[in-house]
């Protein structure tokens, strides 16, 4: 039995949860990285970087769940401050006081990592316009969170604006300007620039869409695959479902073989985020 890995997925009690793990099982995943939802999605209001615990409580209790069920999933945590937060933050406290709340946010997730409670800190950039102050706000956030992750000796996931070759050079700078090696900086929703990634170092976490792996595997296999399914009861279908990236793997191993898969599934989130992917 070969290991499908989804390197970005939410879940959420408010929407599938649990079931939506058990959907992914049953089309063949066997491991998920459960990735923390803004903390706006789950109702929690942050006023002091201390409610940031609350959302990571909740992605820990998933994991938790499980990963003590018999699903037969082992999911990880990969906990962070959404780079949105700084836009609904600064509303209302003003942009210095939201920086504030996100670094200490940041530095709570650092914590669990350190107690083994986490593998990864989720980190970014707005993927919208914004003033050139909350621009450098935002780097400014992502390299301090890129500085907190190396310290921990972990990866970082990073949510960015859409890249091309410029923004993943730009990206594999600021990792480099902030002490962590690209190699441990994964940019989640990637397109299928395979190539441009190696060169930068930086590891895409390529979205399952029409075509994106196939155009992947054109390039090689330095990737890994994920849906970023956001498990909102408001939007269901508005992303990839919970069922995409075993079902793509397991049509694809048809034309492209099995091997490259073990790759793509098992090795490079070994390397990269430092855990053990067995079936
Ligand atoms: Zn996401």
Not at 34 to 49: A, H, M, R
Not at 92 to 99: C, I, S, T
Not at 212 to 230: H, K, P, Q, V, W
Request: charge should be negative.
């Amino acid at each position: 039995m070969i290991p499908i890995t989804d390197n970005h997925i939410h879940l959420d009690y408010r929407g599938k949860g649990i079931a939506a793990a058990k959907e992914f099982a049953r089309a063949g995943g066997t491991h998920i990285i459960l990735v923390s939802k803004p903390s706006w999605t789950l109702g929690i209001d942050v006023t002091k970087p201390d409610d940031f615990r609350l959302v990571f409580e909740e992605t820990i209790n998933i994991v938790r769940e499980i990963n003590m069920s018999d699903i037969g999933v082992v999911a990880f945590p990969v906990l962070g401050v959404h780079p949105a937060e700084i836009t609904r933050l600064t509303e209302r406290f003003g942009l210095k006081q939201a920086e504030e709340l996100m670094i200490g946010g940041l530095e709570i997730a650092q914590k669990f990592v350190l107690e083994n409670e986490a593998i990864a800190i989720k980190t970014g950039r707005p993927h919208y316009e914004v003033s050139a102050s909350v621009w450098d706000a935002s780097n400014r956030i992502m390299a301090y969170a890129m500085t907190l992750a190396h310290e921990s000796g972990c990866a970082v996931q990073l949510h960015t604006e859409t890249v091309d070759a410029t923004a993943i050079a730009d990206l594999a700078r600021i990792a480099r300007s902030a002490g962590i090696s690209p190699e441990k900086v994964v940019k989640h929703y990637a397109p299928p620039l395979v190539n441009i990634f190696e060169q930068e170092g930086i590891f895409p976490g390529v979205l399952a869409g029409k075509g994106a792996i196939e155009a992947a595997l054109a390039e090689g296999s330095r990737f890994m695959m994920e849906t970023d399914y956001i498990d909102d009861p408001e939007r269901p279908g508005a992303v990839l479902g919970p069922k995409t990236v075993p079902r793509r793997t397991l049509q694809l191993i048809e034309r492209f073989g099995e091997e490259v898969f073990w790759k793509v599934h098992k090795e490079n989130p070994e390397q990269v985020y430092g855990i053990e992917i067995e079936v």
